[in-house]
């Protein structure tokens, strides 16, 4: 039996799939079905059941499915708790004895859920709510008492978990999931 917490933004959903194998993707097809979104492909991963492990494996995504904020390269044994990605979702891996969901108390909150969706950390959120406020690099600095170079490490980190390239889509983004 494979358990799941799916997440997408404030939506948290159980999941169990009672099989040794689970495709996870947008097709009718797959045993953990996600909501059409672009990011996700038809049968993006596939989670087996080995034994006593939980094996993961990307199934050839255009995108990439991460696992605890590190792009998934071969298949990898999963834990409980440990935070798989695909597009905007987040699966988390739920022990077999664990029958509540997983509660984010900590992740309260639209900038909770950004960290729970993109693994970005609470500076970054702060950041990003500070570029959506329209503020540059330099103001950014000033207000966090940081360099430049540090706000413009963090834009880096983030353009990277997010996707978004330019300021204008990290504006975009942060409008889509509410921190803006």
């Known amino acids: 039996?494979?358990?799941?917490?799916?997440?997408?933004?404030?939506?948290?959903?159980?999941?169990?799939?009672?099989?040794?194998?689970?495709?996870?993707?947008?097709?009718?097809?797959?045993?953990?079905?996600?909501?059409?979104?672009?990011?996700?492909?038809?049968?993006?991963?596939v989670l087996e059941r080995l034994g006593d492990?939980?094996?993961?494996?990307?199934?050839?995504?255009?995108?990439?499915?991460?696992?605890?904020?590190?792009?998934?390269g071969a298949s990898r044994s999963l834990a409980p708790s440990d935070r798989i990605r695909v597009g905007p979702y987040v699966l988390v891996v739920q022990s077999d004895d664990d029958a509540l969901l997983e509660t984010a108390d900590a992740n309260e909150g639209a900038s909770g859920r950004l960290q729970l969706l993109t693994g970005l950390s609470a500076r970054e959120v702060e950041v990003l709510r500070l570029v959506a406020a329209g503020h540059t690099d330099a103001e950014i600095a000033t207000t966090l008492f940081v360099s430049i170079k540090t706000v413009q490490s963090h834009l880096d980190r983030m353009r990277d978990k997010t996707g978004c390239r330019r300021r204008p889509e990290l504006l975009r983004y942060a409008i889509d999931h509410g921190v803006a």
Not at 59 to 70: E, F, L
């Open 1 to 45: 039996m494979i358990r799941l917490n799916v997440q997408d933004g404030s939506r948290r959903q159980a999941v169990v799939v009672d099989a040794a194998c689970a495709r996870i993707g947008r097709s009718p097809e797959c045993e953990v079905q996600l909501p059409s979104d672009p990011t996700v492909s038809r049968i993006h991963a």
């Open 53 to 72: 492990q939980l094996v993961l494996s990307d199934a050839g995504s255009r995108n990439g499915t991460w696992v605890n904020g590190v792009q998934l």
